[in-house]
Each structure stands twice: as structure tokens, then as C-alpha cells.
């Protein structure tokens, strides 16, 4: 089976930078997307980015536009997400997830589309505070 696990998790400042990564275990599979989301305590999962593992097209919610960067490594089976002037509302458990779906913007929302075969690690918690 395939393990996804994240790192690069900690405590920042506002303004502050921190790198997420997100590497694949085990098995490999042929992901469509491999996405970024995060969860805030008390409040439902929300999807931050994702990027096309083939194409490296990237997509991002209207709140870190600007100032998050997915990229991917298909060499080292792993995807990074650059967070940069980091705000007190992006405090939150992050998961990464390889995703057999669609991944992007639907409307004016972020979303995507799960299947059977999706694959989610464990996540990484960051905290953003004075």
C-alpha cells in the first residue's frame, strides 16, 4: 500500500515562511493530483492547493493565492508547498492526499473530486501566533 507522509510542520510568527512536504511510500501509484488541505480546530477540512503530478499545472485557494507555491518532484515522489507571509487563520492540521480525481477551482470554490483510490497521510500541524 502507499504511504503519504508530511513534514515541515512548526510554530511561526505572522509574516513568517514555512515548507511543507509531502513524500510517497511503498507503492507507487499514478495520481492525478496530489493536493494540500488543512484543518483548523472545531472547523471542517479545507483545501489549500494541488498540483497536476503530469502536467504541474497548479491551483490554490483565493486565500493563499499569492503567497503559497505547490511544486512537485516526480523523481523523489514527493510534493512541497511553499507557504510564505504566513497568517494567524492558516493555524491548522495539514494533509496531503494523492488524488484519482479532479483537483482545482470549481466555480469560485476549491475543490475536489474523491475516489476509492485516493491516498492521505497523516498530517503535520502548523501554527501561526505572535
Known amino acids: 500500500q502507499v504511504q503519504l507522509v508530511e513534514s515541515g510542520g512548526g510554530s511561526v510568527q505572522p509574516g513568517g515562511s514555512l515548507r511543507l512536504s509531502c513524500a510517497a511510500s511503498?507503492?507507487?501509484?499514478?495520481?492525478?493530483?496530489v493536493g494540500w488541505f488543512r484543518q483548523a480546530p472545531g472547523k471542517e477540512q479545507e483545501g489549500v492547493s494541488c498540483v497536476s503530478v503530469t502536467a504541474g499545472s497548479t491551483h490554490y485557494a483565493e486565500s493563499v493565492k499569492g503567497r503559497f507555491s505547490v511544486s512537485r518532484d516526480n523523481a523523489k515522489n514527493a510534493v512541497y508547498l511553499q507557504m510564505n507571509n504566513l497568517k494567524p487563520e492558516a493555524t491548522g492540521v495539514y494533509y496531503c492526499?494523492?488524488?484519482?480525481?479532479?483537483?482545482?477551482?470549481?466555480?469560485?470554490?476549491?475543490?475536489?473530486?474523491?475516489?476509492?483510490?485516493?491516498?492521505w497521510g497523516q498530517g503535520t500541524q502548523v501554527t501561526v501566533s505572535p
Open positions: 511503498g507503492f507507487t501509484l499514478d495520481y492525478s493530483y
Open positions: 492526499a494523492g488524488l484519482y480525481g479532479q483537483c482545482g477551482t470549481f466555480g469560485d470554490a476549491f475543490g475536489y473530486t474523491s475516489t476509492p483510490y485516493d491516498s
